[in-house]
């Protein structure tokens, strides 16, 4: 597997990277800085706390542009 920095992880998402390392550390899962690789449970860490983060409350507003998209017009 390729290593990934927290630096670029950060980029790719949008967001920032002290805010991964703050993550990290909270979770007591790590002592990393923006510039270390991350492992693969480092990574499941990150991502289970920005899925649970940005969980929608519904899925009617989604459910309503895949009907617009299948019936235009």
């Known amino acids: 597997m390729e290593k990934i920095r927290a630096y670029e992880l950060s980029k790719a998402f949008g967001f920032p990277s002290k805010e991964i390392v703050k993550v ?4 007591q899962v790590s002592t990393k800085n923006h510039m270390s690789a ?3 449970y480092e990574l499941d860490v990150i ?3 920005y899925t649970q983060k940005n969980q929608v409350s519904d899925f009617s507003m989604y459910e309503a542009k895949k009907k617009e998209e299948a019936y235009p017009g």
Do not use: A, N, V
């Open 38 to 40: 991350l492992s693969e």
């Open 47 to 49: 991502f289970e706390y």
């Open 24 to 27: 990290l550390h909270d979770y």
